[in-house]
């Protein structure tokens, strides 16, 4: 055999029998192994694979041992990083197979697809003038936003990348088909002339499941060129430019290497593609096709992909519904269906399901009863699946989905070694995970970070930096333990779409905290709100970007300096009050924020009061909860937050009083004003019973009284437990509600019912309770000498005193208070 090309020897064929074409679909396990098997034997002296040719210096990569697939060619425009495309490959893709086997062999390969600067070229006009009905095809425009390209939704095994939602085999080169342009899904027609009614379950017997044997390496190929060939002939091409002109250039790049290699020639192409390879066409009239092509400067690089990116559920749709198990398939060495289920058997134990291997070995008998009863040659995936319901789920759909997500599809990520050519920011990104030890991931996970330590404080501040430059890798999430400033929630998952964010941001920076800080500064330019602005303020603080600040700090000057708006103010001091925590915890300078908070606060108090003056019942309701919030945040400044502001929290309280009593304020807002007074203790209850008395008297509205009575005992539990524990005011609502007229009842009935229903079932329990016993009868909670226990007039300070050690246990406050480490025994005693 030595001195002979397996291309000519494959066929019996002498010299100038022409190249050896091998049509596979993407990502089929089946079509990998023939393709190795066809390799194998043809021992071709060049490899030709469909793929964008500027990667031909990325292919030795491929046998880097921390190359691990699934991995994907990446090419983007250079002057406009988020046009891009990708080209995924797993393990059980052909053209990795194709790839690894060249290089295992020392055979040349390459990539003879249209050249990454055309199509992403082609992507820019279809901005420019619409993608429907102008024959550009929609290759790489990437409707769904994750960076893909769109290429080969349906999986119609036509060996095309590009967008192919009606399944035709030619990545929709037009969208308004003419009278030859009948759309058509190639294993579809072939499914249903084989009598199948499902194509995936057609191509799992015929190619999945068959072995390719001593011999007969080729003849897949042979048997589906023609296949593929008689499609073409009775649906055509479909007259589409972008196919033509990749074909075009195909046939350009295969005259090129028979002139090199002569007969020594493969080509792993998609099948759709092979009789229009084989196609006898002069080279003029190829040349014709490419004339005038758009270009754009694009770089390529390799970046890691995930099976769950090659399946449709995740809106990529590579062709599969099924990597996980199309990749068991692949690397299974033997009993496929043991193996697989077996798999399945030891997911389900680790989610403390009870399975023995008796489940597993009835599982198999039962998967290949179904398969004969079928009329298939080996168990397929709908078996196995109707097997694992039957017998390790008994019957329920829960855990099947479970098996569905975690095997069928899997969150395998792959990884490329930090030798492949990556954007300056892209390094340091990496070099800040391995220095970090946060690995990236494709199954999301929560991460709980402590900010007192040294470690946990990089990986914070390098997740809200990423944040700022639009790389969603992480977001935060609550936290189930401590509520304290030092605690964080976080929780991450790496997309492969990632990566691209990664280089469109590599604009801001050649580093992380440099391309953050940037960004920051030209997002408080182009910010269009107050809000927005103390938003990003916070964010700035949260990243610790230093020198972003004092920009970020001069345009929220600026801007507070020029907004009226007493509700912008209100809106954006919360956000801002928030940051100044973070100071004592990260270490961060947050003197000139307090000066700009408390500037606001201070013409937030000047503008509230004739702001809320003849508000309807919606402005009323939004300029109550600026109240609400405007309170915390004046809160948390605390009583002397910058020099020369004086003492905020009383003139805040002076605000409120001032509020309450203007009759032209509407009785939502004087409500609440009362009940914030009351609970900082400004107010005493006979003051607060007093003002309740007056608006529930008869000559108010009967609106304005409920939605004062919203207003201060509205907005959750707190309200209802005031009302539980002082009986004159559950009185006065109850006397007054008893007296609005039959005809007002209705109005204001829903405005009742949305303040009540907020309390919690005990609340509203209790409160009934109390109104169904009525005023006076010595029920009440509060009454003296009631009799029951714990409800004296007076506190009970030895009852207290007696729990005091069972709270102690339950708060784990036994030593010291983790956060302030303050010894609490004298506090709680």
């Known amino acids: 055999m030595t001195g002979v090309t397996g291309v000519a020897r494959a066929e019996g064929r002498g010299a100038g029998a022409g190249p050896l074409l091998l049509g596979v679909r993407h990502h089929g396990p089946g079509s990998a192994r023939a393709v190795r098997a066809a390799l194998e034997e043809a021992r071709p002296r060049?490899?030709?694979?469909?793929?964008?040719?500027?990667?031909?210096?990325?292919?030795?990569?491929?046998?880097d041992e921390e190359m691990r697939p699934p991995v994907a060619l990446l090419a983007h425009a250079?002057?406009?990083?988020?046009?891009?495309?990708?080209?995924p490959l797993a393990e059980f893709s052909p053209e990795w197979v194709a790839i690894r086997w060249a290089l295992a062999h020392d055979v040349p390969a390459r990539f003879i697809d249209l050249p990454a600067t055309h199509t992403l070229a082609w992507g820019r006009q279809e901005d420019a003038t619409g993608p429907d009905g102008d024959g550009d095809g929609d290759r790489d425009r990437d409707r769904n936003g994750d960076g893909d390209g769109d290429r080969d939704r349906n999986g119609d095994g036509d060996g095309d990348r590009d967008r192919n939602d009606d399944g035709d085999g030619d990545g929709d080169r037009d969208s308004a088909p003419g009278p030859a342009d009948l759309r058509i899904d190639p294993l579809g027609v072939l499914a249903e002339t084989a009598g199948y009614d499902d194509p995936e379950r057609w191509w799992e017997d015929v190619v999945e499941h068959r072995g390719a044997g001593k011999g007969d390496a080729?003849?897949?190929?042979?048997?589906?060129?023609?296949?593929?060939?008689?499609?073409?002939?009775?649906?055509?091409?479909?007259?589409?430019?972008?196919?033509?002109?990749?074909?075009?250039?195909?046939?350009?790049?295969?005259?090129?290497?028979?002139?090199?290699f002569e007969d020594g020639v493969a080509v792993v192409c998609g099948a759709w593609h092979v009789p229009a390879l084989r196609q006898k066409t002069t080279v003029a009239a190829d040349k014709a096709l490419l004339k005038g092509l758009p270009k754009v400067k694009t770089d390529m690089t390799w970046v890691p992909w995930t099976h769950r990116r090659l399946s449709r559920i995740s809106g990529y749709g590579a062709g599969i519904e099924s990597p996980g198990w199309y990749g068991h398939l692949f690397s299974a060495p033997d009993r496929p269906v043991e193996r697989w289920l077996t798999?399945?058997?030891?997911?389900?134990?680790?989610?403390?399901?009870?399975?023995?291997?008796?489940?597993?070995?009835?599982?198999?008998?039962?998967?290949?009863?179904?398969?004969?009863?079928?009329?298939?040659?080996?168990?397929?995936?709908?078996?196995t699946t109707d097997a694992v319901r039957a017998v390790m789920c008994e019957g329920s759909d829960i855990p099947l989905a479970l098996v569905h997500d975690r095997l069928v599809v899997g969150d395998v990520l792959g990884e490329v070694p930090p030798t492949a050519p990556a954007v300056p920011l892209q390094r340091d990104l990496a070099r800040l995970q391995r220095r970090l030890r946060l690995k990236p991931e494709a199954l999301e996970r929560e991460l709980e970070l402590d900010l007192r330590k040294e470690t946990d404080a990089?990986?914070?501040?390098?997740?809200?930096?990423?944040?700022?430059?639009?790389?969603?890798?992480?977001?935060?999430?609550?936290?189930?333990?401590?509520?304290?400033?030092?605690?964080?929630?976080?929780?991450?998952?790496w997309e492969p779409e990632l990566s691209v964010r990664v280089a469109e941001a590599g604009v801001w920076g050649t580093t992380v905290l440099s391309a953050a800080t940037a960004k920051a500064e030209a997002d408080g330019v182009a910010?269009?709100?107050?809000?927005?602005?103390?938003?990003?303020?916070?964010?700035?603080?949260?990243?610790?970007?230093?020198?972003?600040?004092?920009?970020?700090?001069?345009?929220?000057?600026?801007?507070?300096?020029?907004?009226?708006?007493?509700?912008?103010?209100?809106?954006?001091?919360?956000?801002?009050?928030?940051?100044?925590?973070?100071?004592?915890?990260?270490?961060?300078?947050?003197?000139?924020?307090?000066?700009?908070?408390?500037?606001?606060?201070?013409?937030?108090?000047v503008g509230l009061p004739p702001a809320c003056a003849t508000l309807d019942a919606d402005a009323a309701e939004e300029m109550r909860r600026h109240v609400d919030a405007v309170h915390g945040a004046v809160g948390l400044l605390g009583d002397a937050p910058a020099a020369g502001h004086g003492d905020l929290r009383g003139r805040w309280q002076s605000v409120l009083r001032v509020l309450c009593g203007r009759d032209t304020v509407p009785g939502v807002i004087r409500g609440r004003a009362v009940r914030l007074l009351l609970d900082e203790g400004e107010l005493e209850q006979d003051e607060a019973a007093l003002l309740m008395g007056l608006v529930l008297s008869p000559g108010t509205p009967p609106a304005d009284a409920a939605a004062w009575i919203e207003g201060f005992v509205g907005g959750g539990s707190g309200g209802g437990m005031l009302l539980v524990h002082d009986e004159r005011l559950l009185g006065l609502v109850d006397a007054w509600l008893t007296n609005v007229p039959a005809e007002a009842f209705t109005d204001v009935l829903p405005l009742l019912r949305r303040t009540f229903s907020a309390y919690e079932p005990g609340v509203r329990r209790t409160l009934g309770e109390l109104v169904r016993r009525g005023p006076g009868a010595g029920g009440g909670p509060a009454a003296a000498g009631s009799g029951i226990p714990g409800f004296a007039a007076e506190l009970d300070t030895a009852r207290a005193d007696a729990v005091l050690p069972v709270v102690r246990l339950l708060l784990g406050l036994d030593e010291v208070d983790e956060e302030t480490g303050n010894d609490l025994a004298g506090v709680t005693g």
């Open 46 to 63: 060049v490899v030709l694979i469909e793929g964008p040719p500027e990667a031909d210096a990325l292919i030795p990569l491929a046998a």
């Open 78 to 87: 250079v002057d406009e990083p988020g046009r891009s495309s990708f080209w």
């Open 218 to 260: 080729l003849a897949p190929f042979t048997v589906l060129e023609e296949a593929m060939g008689a499609l073409r002939e009775t649906y055509g091409s479909g007259g589409h430019d972008r196919d033509l002109v990749r074909e075009a250039y195909m046939r350009l790049q295969v005259r090129a290497a028979q002139r090199e």
């Open 343 to 383: 798999k399945v058997a030891g997911l389900l134990r680790a989610e403390d399901r009870i399975v023995s291997s008796a489940h597993v070995i009835e599982a198999v008998r039962l998967a290949e009863t179904l398969a004969a009863m079928r009329g298939r040659p080996l168990p397929g995936l709908s078996e």
């Open 458 to 493: 990089g990986r914070s501040r390098l997740l809200h930096r990423l944040r700022l430059l639009g790389v969603a890798w992480g977001e935060p999430a609550a936290s189930r333990g401590s509520t304290g400033t030092f605690r964080e929630t976080w929780r991450l998952r």
């Open 527 to 605: 910010a269009q709100g107050l809000a927005d602005v103390t938003a990003l303020a916070e964010r700035c603080l949260l990243a610790e970007l230093p020198d972003a600040l004092p920009t970020v700090m001069r345009i929220l000057a600026d801007r507070a300096a020029l907004d009226t708006d007493v509700g912008h103010l209100a809106q954006a001091l919360p956000a801002l009050v928030r940051s100044l925590r973070y100071g004592d915890v990260r270490g961060t300078h947050t003197g000139a924020l307090g000066e700009v908070a408390a500037g606001l606060a201070e013409r937030v108090f």
